[in-house]
């Protein structure tokens, strides 16, 4: 997909990997509408990527999470772009610890905003992502899932839930808009140095190495250039971790179990909802 002019709707877009897009995508001359639930924060995050891109960028804030915003979301960024080519499902929230020690609120709180917003959201953007595949030769959904969506870890197993649950939502949607010009890449990022990661101890020892968010956002956008599957960041380590999780899960298991007591001190007040 040739970015330039493209109109794009980010979800999430104030702060972290879905500002990072927006910046990168409005220097290769796309045209974007952010959404952010807080009003202030998105406000500058749109004054500043204005002034330090010149793109086209509006902001629209609201809580994905909620009906009547979603629901309003598609036709408020149609109104300020004139139509929508890309929509990313950037936004979530995340909750470590034990489970029995997460609270029901933020076990939903995770599913509506990781999952089923990213669902409903697609559902109802889906006529004008139509419309813009048919006027400028093809659209796309842009689901970010996270590396928890393939390796799941203790202590994240609500989190790593919701993920996995987007990623097979948008293997699903795939084959589901195949051959209907309406292209769906799903993205599995590994820590990356964003605010979300602020209130997390876990390091390199426990296999979180943070990742700059300006490559794994590079990496993105490469994948929205060549309309790839997926794109999976962690290089070598990551892909060699994952074929054993397939080959021989229980020697994953005993990997972790040596891990399990300092891994729950380092991300028990891990949130971001």
Do not use: C, W
Not at 57 to 70: K, T, Y
Not at 201 to 225: C, H, K, N, W, Y
């Amino acid at each position: 997909m040739n970015i330039q002019g493209r109109r794009i709707l980010i979800t999430g877009g104030s702060s972290g990997i879905g500002r990072e897009m927006a910046r990168q995508l409005a220097l290769k001359g796309a045209q974007l509408v952010l959404t952010g639930r807080n009003p202030a924060r998105l406000s500058a995050a749109v004054a500043e990527l204005r002034a330090a891109t010149g793109a086209v960028i509006h902001g629209i804030p609201g809580d994905i999470a909620e009906a009547a915003v979603r629901d309003a979301l598609p036709a408020q960024a149609v109104a300020l772009l004139g139509g929508i080519e890309v929509l990313v499902n950037n936004a979530g929230g995340v909750r470590a610890g034990r489970l029995e020690e997460t609270a029901e609120a933020e076990l939903r709180a995770m599913i509506e905003v990781d999952l089923l917003a990213p669902i409903l959201l697609t559902r109802a953007a889906l006529p004008e992502l139509r419309r813009g595949a048919a006027a400028y030769g093809g659209a796309m959904v842009v689901n970010i899932a996270s590396g928890l969506a393939q390796l799941g870890l203790p202590f994240y197993a609500g989190y790593a839930a919701a993920k996995a649950g987007l990623a097979r939502f948008g293997e699903a949607m795939r084959r589901e808009l195949k051959g209907e010009g309406v292209h769906v890449m799903t993205v599995y990022p590994g820590a990356t140095d964003t605010p979300m990661m602020a209130s997390s101890r876990a390091d390199a020892s426990m296999g979180f190495v943070l990742q700059p968010v300006e490559e794994v956002v590079g990496a993105i956008i490469e994948g929205i250039e060549a309309e790839a599957f997926e794109v999976v960041r962690g290089g070598a380590a990551r892909q060699a971790l994952l074929a054993q999780n397939r080959e021989d899960p229980a020697a994953v298991d005993a990997r972790f179990l040596a891990l399990k007591p300092q891994l729950q001190a380092a991300v028990r007040d891990h949130s971001a909802l």
